[in-house]
């Protein structure tokens, strides 16, 4: 039966190509948003490894050029800050501290493997403002900081790159750059998960590393829960009179993380949006020409009612027909589809895309049986007598 | 006769309400979310408030140091003490104006905040630029030379921060422990003007940071205003005979040490594509228009093909319709006037469905405040080219057919 289906709709393929074209950019179109879909939402699915809630973030501007001078401020800063009770723990952090736009990266390298990863220069109380696990060995403390190494804490992702199956704690890890100038690395512990640019970011590499005294003037607080702008006001007021050229400015990490939220979801809702009146668009076309076709047809159906098929038959005979053409526009959308995971395209993984794939493809499947349902049950309940009459 | 096409048009259009209705609304969908993402891309390049002159108008923001032999590049605006240099100096006659990048603080106001954009600028940038002051007025030289601690404020931080309404000239706005003294109020301006739009504007003598430092890169940005529009491509030419004389930046890093240095005056537009596409001298402004027009043209690709697929099998219908005009005595070319006129009213129709749904969408979106002060405007230039696209498919799909079906030999026709 099928494979008669296929031969109907093979031999009448020149009159069905534009319904073809149809079926393959719809395809197209419907494999790009599901893939993009299924994408942020497994990224959405996996755990932060960090809370926002409580945490302040400070943008501190000494507008000094002097090293020295802003090591001597910042202590200053840190001394103040012991004196609030509202906060609870901070840490000074590089200018790439969660949820901010700036970003740092380096190359790291493990026996001769190179692999690129953020690097984020933290204080040692880093993980308790941030509220941070740490899954194997341990967080580094002030007296690591002065040994032969320097310790840093390292996602899993980045281990897996860099080691493999093997165990990262206590590995040493010379920095492309920095290995022949200052001391190596030693990882001394290593955290599982780190979303820091937003809730839809994948599993990446990041590197922790000791903060060095000079240009790491920003910095996260936590602090007690139910403090607002009036704390916030004090603070900053009372910091600002310790020097009189210093800007600051104090952000909450959850609406910062929120704006980096929006600048995923937008784009994905309006394109989303856009999808869906293209795709209804093309349903109602389809619905249209079907209806035509079937019309068209109807001393055909009268025929086949005089031979004896059933009205069922008649109904999948036409929902079958449609599927096949929508079947011949898929092929060629798949065979589009599939070059991406072959490719490796976007560096995105191969499951993506297919998980993307099929959805696209049950999409159109469902698409193609609700339009051509009800024009198929209108052929289907044609009486033969009357339709033969006609003629 | 037109009339009575007009009549036979609205008859079969009646008669099919579902295709029209499929047809319509693939046309008038279309054209709405094109002409509303036009006015949007139209909002982000075009001149607007207060950057009236924006057409005729040099950008230097962006000056990128690369080290051809570790491939590493860097890049950044301009320093202050740059503008000063380079800049002002140009001999074409032009105003050149400074504005640093804007940067956000937070104003506390009995205890909830206000957060604000803020900007320092020379006394030029209010002659470039063509703000409408409510009140109050710009700082000048002379404000900078006696270094006076004022600021302009627009609309929206004088409703927070003094009250709707009331007057602000005078009164005194603290930002980070220093007291400012507001001189003038301007209607704000959408944050999509990159360039000019900022909540407070202060005079760069009231920036903590040091402006004599003589480094090439810094925080600031030029406005450049030719006296003469037709000076454009001169101080263009001149800009590039300066800037190949610029020495890159010596650093004693041995992983950069750049050694090639770019930066040019750029009208508005392609400011930007340099920046996202382009390499080297290259500006990347055909890359990016190109890519534009692809992901217009695939967009549009659907609908179009949809609107032939529905065409088609319309015609296919009408074929018996066909036979018996033709037995009757009407020539090929009467038969396919009718369908040209058909096609064009429904195209119309369409159009005119798009025009109602886009300026709706187009005036909710400046009614929201989704972005504050946003003026997006309707776009007659590519509606009107839309609406000539989708004529175009409309007669290929609907009355190339009908034409080749009036040819055919009437038995032929009335067998269809």
Not at chain 2, 9 to 14: E, G, S
């Amino acid at each position: 039966m099928i494979k008669h289906l296929f031969k109907l709709i093979w031999k009448r393929r020149k009159s069905n190509s534009l319904m073809m074209t149809e079926i393959f950019f719809s395809f197209l179109i419907l494999f790009a948003v599901c893939s993009l879909g299924v994408y942020n939402f497994q990224n959405y699915m996996t755990p932060a490894g960090l809370e926002t809630n409580n945490v302040w973030v400070a943008f501190i501007n000494f507008n000094t050029s002097s090293d020295t001078a802003k090591a001597e401020y910042k202590e200053l800063i840190s001394q103040q800050l012991k004196r609030y009770r509202e906060v609870e723990s901070f840490s000074y952090t590089s200018s790439n501290a969660p949820f901010t736009f700036s970003t740092m990266s380096n190359s790291l390298s493990y026996n001769k493997k190179k692999v690129s990863s953020d690097i984020v220069s933290v204080e040692p109380d880093f993980p308790k403002a941030m509220s941070m696990e740490i899954t194997q060995g341990r967080w580094f403390t002030k007296g690591d900081i002065a040994g032969n190494f320097v310790p840093v804490v390292i996602t899993k992702h980045l281990a897996k790159e860099l080691f493999s199956t093997e165990d990262a704690v206590g590995k040493i890890i010379g920095d492309g750059e920095e290995a022949a100038v200052s001391k190596k690395m030693k990882v001394v512990g290593v955290v599982d998960y780190y979303k820091h640019k937003s809730d839809f970011q994948e599993l990446d590499n990041t590197l922790f590393r000791p903060s060095s005294d000079k240009w790491d003037d920003t910095m996260v607080l936590k602090v007690r829960a139910g403090s607002g702008a009036e704390e916030e006001a004090k603070i900053v007021r009372e910091l600002a009179r310790l020097g009189k050229d210093w800007t600051i400015e104090i952000q909450q990490m959850g609406e910062m993380k929120s704006n980096r939220n929006n600048l995923v979801l937008v784009p994905v809702l309006i394109l989303l949006i856009i999808c869906g009146f293209l795709v209804f668009n093309v349903a109602l076309g389809m619905f249209g020409v079907l209806f035509q076709t079937i019309n068209r047809r109807k001393q055909e159906i009268g025929v086949r009612r005089a031979m004896g098929a059933t009205k069922g038959a008649i109904l999948w005979h036409f929902i079958g027909e449609t599927a096949v053409i929508a079947t011949f526009g898929l092929i060629l959308g798949l065979f589009f589809a599939i070059q991406f995971p072959l490719l490796n395209v976007f560096d995105v993984e191969a499951s993506v895309y297919l998980f993307g794939m099929l959805l696209a493809v049950i999409a159109i499947y469902v698409l193609v049986g609700i339009c051509a349902f009800y024009p198929s049950r209108q052929a289907s309940v044609l009486q033969p007598a009357v339709v033969l009459h006609e003629e | 006769m037109l009339f009575n096409y007009l009549k036979i048009t609205l008859a079969v259009l009646k008669r099919r309400k579902f295709f029209t209705f499929i047809s319509l609304f693939g046309i008038s969908f279309t054209l709405t979310i094109l002409v509303v993402v036009t006015a949007f891309f139209d909002h982000l390049v075009s001149a607007g408030y207060p950057e009236v002159n924006r057409d005729n108008s040099l950008y230097v923001w962006n000056i990128k140091e690369k080290d051809t032999k570790n491939g590493g590049s860097s890049s950044g605006p301009v320093s202050f003490s740059f503008i000063n240099t380079y800049i002002r100096t140009l001999k074409t006659p032009a105003k050149v104006a400074a504005v640093s990048m804007f940067n956000t603080i937070n104003i506390y106001l009995n205890n909830h905040k206000i957060k604000v954009m803020y900007r320092y600028t020379d006394a030029n940038f209010w002659e470039v630029t063509s703000f409408e002051f409510l009140e109050g007025k710009r700082y000048t030289a002379q404000n900078i030379a006696n270094n006076d601690y004022v600021v302009v404020i627009n609309d929206n931080v004088r409703d927070q921060y003094v009250g709707k309404g009331q007057p602000a000239v005078g009164k005194m706005l603290e930002v980070d422990n220093v007291k400012y003294r507001i001189i003038g109020v301007v209607k704000g301006c959408p944050v999509t003007r990159l360039h000019t739009s900022s909540d407070l504007y202060f005079p760069y003598n009231t920036s903590k940071a040091d402006l004599k430092k003589t480094r090439l890169r810094g925080d600031y940005m030029a406005l450049i205003l030719p006296n003469n529009p037709n000076d454009k491509l001169k101080l263009q030419e001149e800009f590039k005979a300066v800037a190949s004389k610029i020495k890159p930046t010596k650093t004693d890093d041995k992983w950069f040490n750049p050694d090639k240095l770019y930066v040019f005056a750029d009208t508005y537009f392609v400011s930007f594509t340099r920046e996202l596409k382009g390499s080297g001298d290259g500006d990347g402004s055909t890359l990016i228009i190109s890519i534009l027009l692809g992901v217009v043209l695939l967009f549009m690709s659907l609908p179009a093909i949809n609107l032939v697929n529905v065409n088609m099998s319309r015609i296919m219908e009408r074929a018996s319709e066909i036979g018996v005009r033709k037995a009757f005595g009407a020539s090929s070319k009467t038969l396919v006037m009718q369908f040209v006129i058909e096609n064009i009213i429904l195209t119309l129709i369409g159009g005119v469905i798009a025009l109602i749904l886009s300026s709706l969408v187009i005036f909710y979106i400046n009614q929201s405040n989704l972005i504050a002060y946003i003026d997006l405007s309707f776009n007659w230039k590519v509606f009107s080219v839309a609406i000539l696209v989708s004529l175009i498919f409309g007669l290929l799909s609907g009355v190339y057919p009908a034409w080749r079906m009036s040819k055919l030999q009437v038995v032929d026709a009335l067998k269809y």
